[in-house]
Nanobody
Framework: QVQLVESGGDLVQPGGSLRLSCAAS????????MGWYRQAPGKQRELVAR???????NYADSVKGRFIISRDNAQNMVYLQMNSLKPEDTAVYYC????????WGQGTQVTVSS
């Protein structure tokens, strides 16, 4: 059973940056496409970025040019560098496998506010 643990969320001012981390244990994820998702209050969970096993990224239009997804297959880690943060980026952020998902982790709260 894969366990996902997200970290790195915080309260940050608009225009600021954060780096989120996701650790996967219980199984290697090197062969899977991994994604970062977010859920804002009262909204559906949405995919913001994903990365292939070979490191090719893909982004939602809302974060393109501001967020960077990366992975370290040897360490079973996925990262999300978030720059030029906006209040609308406020949400709980989760990582998971793209497609057939593993059990969701607890997520990490990102709050963008002055």
């Amino acid at each position: 059973q894969v366990q996902l643990v997200e970290s790195g969320g915080d309260l940050v001012q608009p225009g600021g940056s954060l780096r989120l981390s996701c650790a996967a244990s219980g199984s290697s994820f090197s062969g899977y496409i991994m994604g970062w998702y977010r859920q804002a209050p009262g909204k559906q969970r949405e995919l913001v970025a994903r990365i292939t096993s070979g490191g090719y990224p893909n982004y939602a239009d809302s974060v393109k040019g501001r967020f960077i997804i990366s992975r370290d297959n040897a360490q079973n880690m996925v990262y999300l560098q978030m720059n030029s943060l906006k209040p609308e980026d406020t949400a709980v952020y989760y990582c998971n496998r793209d497609g057939t998902r593993w059990p969701w982790g607890q997520g990490t709260q990102v709050t963008v506010s002055s």
